[in-house]
């Protein structure tokens, strides 16, 4: 009988999601800042991850060029592949440099912020004058210490890679809605 094992997974996802709410609403808040200079300047948001954290990359990049809970006009997002380079590992920074611009923006998904890819796809990021948000997990790895004073770093202070992720799902979401709210005015019925 593992039902009491699962509505603990329940309990333990909303206890964390609770507590986090106040220590991460600042961070999410700059991030939205963050991509609402984006889009209304007319630049991209480029998303890379690996791992399991490359299907949250893909998620919101659909979410933010499609509708996310109400119609409106495409956003200019792209997810970052993940599929290997000549070197056998994926090259995210390649494709920073290849697709970034000025006035871009660079989201980074990781549960630990500790990937050499990641940090290499800032520093590309940066060298192309573009933004990064760090959304990662732990104490944000060697990530946090990558980035810039205009950057956004939103981390999930916590071990465990499944409830960050859990958290970090929850992040994209209040971005996308922070990103609509602000574009399309506020939305009632949020239930």
């Known amino acids: 009988m593992l039902e009491p094992r699962i509505q603990q997974q329940f309990i333990d996802s909303a206890d964390l999601n609770y507590k986090l709410a106040p220590t991460l609403s600042g961070a999410v808040d700059a991030a939205v800042q963050a991509l609402l200079a984006c889009v209304t300047g ?10 399991r954290s490359a299907m949250l990359a893909q998620y919101f990049a659909d979410a933010f060029v499609g509708p996310f809970e109400r119609e409106r006009p495409e956003l200019r997002a792209l997810a970052l592949t993940t599929r290997s380079g000549p070197s056998g590992t994926p090259d995210l920074a390649r494709q920073v440099r290849a697709l970034g611009a000025p006035g871009d923006v660079l989201l980074l998904i990781s549960t630990t912020g500790q990937g050499p890819l990641l940090q290499e796809a800032a520093s590309a990021a940066h060298a192309r004058e573009m933004t990064v948000i760090a959304l990662t997990g732990a104490d944000g790895g060697e990530l946090r210490r990558r980035l810039n004073e205009t950057d956004v770093l939103v981390c999930v202070p916590h071990e465990r890679a499944a409830r960050i992720r859990e958290v970090h799902l929850l992040v994209l979401n209040c971005l996308c809605d922070g990103v609509d709210s602000h574009l399309l005015g506020e939305q009632e019925n949020l239930t």
Not at 42 to 51: D, E, M, N
């Open 42 to 51: 007319g630049h991209t948001l480029l998303v890379g991850a690996t791992g």
